[in-house]
């Protein structure tokens, strides 16, 4: 038998898991916050009708708020699991309200990313940020670590 065998396919799909749930992450947070940049500011082709959403208008201009800074949270990994869950929450919200209504399937009413988007955050939610994320990154500070109280010996009775 060789001395070192090559991994087996779980093994190497173990090895490389880290990687690709933080690409996900990142790659999900960074698409759906230019979808809140190109609505709040019109730019990257700009909201519906080439402008930007009004400053406070229902819903698009919250939801467009929810994709620029759920997104940016998602992607650096900060609050990643709340920030998913409620950018989820938000894309599931407009699959209802504004696709719903023309057509039963996403491919009939244009609801596609809407979907996918819902989808794609709730599995952020439910698997986390990964290794590589802010949130973790801040957990391993010297701040952090000073901060946490000292765990305390139990004396055995």
Known sequence: MPAHLPPSPREAADAVRPIVLTAY?????????????SSLFGVLGGA???GSVPVGQWPGWWAALIQLVGGALVLLGAGTRTAALLCSGSMAYA???????????????????????????LSIAVLGSGPYALDRLL?????????EPTARPTSAV
């Open 25 to 37: 992450r990142v790659v999900i947070g960074l698409l759906f916050a230019c979808h809140g940049v």
């Open 48 to 50: 519906k009708g080439g």
């Open 139 to 147: 957990a391993r500070s010297p701040q952090a670590r000073s901060a």
């Open 95 to 121: 699959y209802f309200t504004v696709h719903q209504e023309h057509a039963l399937l996403p491919l009939q009413n244009g609801g596609e990313l809407s979907v996918l988007f819902c989808w794609a955050f």
